[in-house]
């Protein structure tokens, strides 16, 4: 299935312990290149997150966000200093004994000593995490999966009717090519007569002369290589794998032969046919370059 290098897909799941919210989306390289965005306590998501998606991704700048939200009550303990607090009982009421200031301590005024407590966070179970975060991770793919096949359908459908395009112009040219040379040669003998006047015109000077055009101005290898590798552009598009780079190369293999026939053109009509040709080559060139 061909794709575009180009999609974005999201989904949020939830198994009861974990929210997950997985966002994906990439843009055109040259290249597999993956970046993630986990939360800091998860760090190991990230190697797990570009093995999964690498396995279906071959090109692409890929952006990857995974958001988690624990759903457990007691996710987070905090803990007593026993020992500290012992010391300032202690020191408080050594105060009130030795210097008479009145010991109020309370509950709440223990809490504006924040070294007597730790806030701790339970420790993560990294299988349990990932477990909780795939189901997520595996539906947004899914969803950018298909909105990079859905666009790589509508560049497929661009790109063959534009080497169909490029058909009509190569047809146009085999027609024309011919036709080149008998007219070449109308205008060779008409000239010679002129300057010639009563002279006979020698038959055989004019067979050579139109066979010397003829094989300058001949086309017909490049055509049909041009016709073989239109031929194998669309055989392409029914490949199980990406063809991006080799589209890439048999886009400049067509260029090379419409840039041949050019530089042998020696008629105006072909002229312009070449050049419709050449910038339609060049407009697949731009598609493919976003094909994976």
């Not at 198994?15 to 997950?20: K, L």
Request: proline share 2%.
């Amino acid at each position: 299935m061909v794709r575009s290098m180009t999609g974005f897909g999201r989904a949020e799941t939830s198994n009861g312990e974990y929210r997950a919210v997985c966002e994906i989306k990439s843009v055109n390289h040259r290249y597999f290149e993956f970046s993630a965005r986990v939360p800091r306590s998860c760090g190991f998501l990230e190697e797990k997150l570009k093995t999964f998606l690498s396995g279906l991704i071959s090109r692409g700048k890929v952006e990857c966000g995974l958001m988690l939200e624990s759903l457990r009550e007691q996710d987070l303990a905090v803990r007593l200093h026993p020992a500290l607090l012992r010391g300032y009982l202690d020191a408080f009421a050594e105060m009130e004994r030795d210097y008479g200031v009145r010991n109020d301590l309370t509950a709440t005024s223990l809490l504006r000593l924040p070294e007597l407590f730790t806030v701790e966070k339970r420790t993560a179970d990294e299988a349990a995490i990932w477990e909780a975060a795939l189901p997520a991770v595996q539906e947004a793919a899914a969803r950018f999966l298909a909105m990079r096949e859905a666009e790589g359908l509508r560049l497929q459908a661009d790109i063959l009717a534009r080497a169909g395009e490029i058909l009509e112009h190569v047809a146009f040219v085999e027609e024309r090519s011919p036709q080149t040379v008998l007219e070449y040669n109308e205008k060779l003998a008409q000239r010679m007569r002129e300057l010639l006047a009563d002279a006979k015109v020698e038959e055989q000077r004019l067979l050579t002369e139109a066979a010397i055009f003829a094989d300058k101005t001949a086309v017909a290898e490049e055509t049909v290589r041009l016709r073989s590798h239109l031929e194998q552009l669309a055989a392409f598009f029914d490949s199980p794998d990406p063809i991006g780079r080799k589209l890439d190369f048999l886009v400049q293999e067509i260029n090379r032969e419409a840039n041949t026939i050019g530089s042998k053109a020696q008629d105006i009509a072909i002229a312009r046919r070449v050049v419709e040709l050449k910038a339609l080559v060049e407009k697949i060139r731009e598609q493919i370059q976003n094909l994976e």
